[in-house]
């Protein structure tokens, strides 16, 4: 073997043993804690909307969801204008548990997805993210839907993306923790209305779900 072949070799070997003893290091430190409020104790009232009721999922979607935690509530405004607002948090998609896109579950489920879009949520505190925008429509029901993914420190639109910066914060912070966030508002006479009350609570949710899905 020349001298060339046999560096190449050392290097190769070097690289190998480096990966084994990474992976190997990695799996026997495990996913790193994660401090965090549950769910039930979300705000019950985000500047106007205040917590009308909550709802529980069944247990047959629960074994579909595989969600870590979750929130189903409805909010409402003094002014009448309704909102259901959903968090589905996974701890670990390592092993297989994650986050489940509307865009696979609710045509399952008998809705319509139309005019897909991407709108900009503004927090207070003047940071900013894209949403998915969606009207959805079961029969009579049609509201509008925004939809993101959160956690680890940035919330994205895109479930591609999503699960990159997953895979990414995996092998940095050893974390593969977050959610999935929804807001959905009839549309009744007004689209433009919905739209912008659909955007209020999305902003005001995302400000506030930082302690809950950090």
Known sequence: ????????????????????????????????HVDRKALKDFPEQLGEWRKNKD?????????VLRASDYLLRDYQRPDGRAANFYVGYYASQ??????????????????????????????PDGRSFGANKYVIQNGEYKSLMIYWYQGRGRAVASEYWGKVYTVIDSVRLRRSDGAMVRVTV????SETAALDSARDLSAKAAAALDDYVP
């Not at 072949?5 to 190997?24: D, E, K, M, P, Y």
């Not at 709802?55 to 074994?63: R, S």
């Not at 489920?109 to 005019?115: I, K, R």
């Not at 009839?186 to 006479?189: E, L, V």
């Open 55 to 63: 709802q529980m999922i069944d247990e047959p979607t629960m074994k």
């Open 94 to 123: 390592r092993e297989g548990a994650t986050y489940h896109s509307p865009l696979n579950c609710l045509p399952g489920s008998g809705w319509t997805l139309t005019q897909p879009d991407t709108v900009t949520i503004s927090l």
């Open 1 to 32: 073997m020349t001298k060339s072949s046999t560096l190449r070799f050392a290097i190769l070997l070097v690289a190998i043993i480096g990966v084994g003893v990474f992976v190997n290091a990695w799996a026997y430190l495990g996913e790193a």
């Open 186 to 189: 009839p549309i009744g006479d």
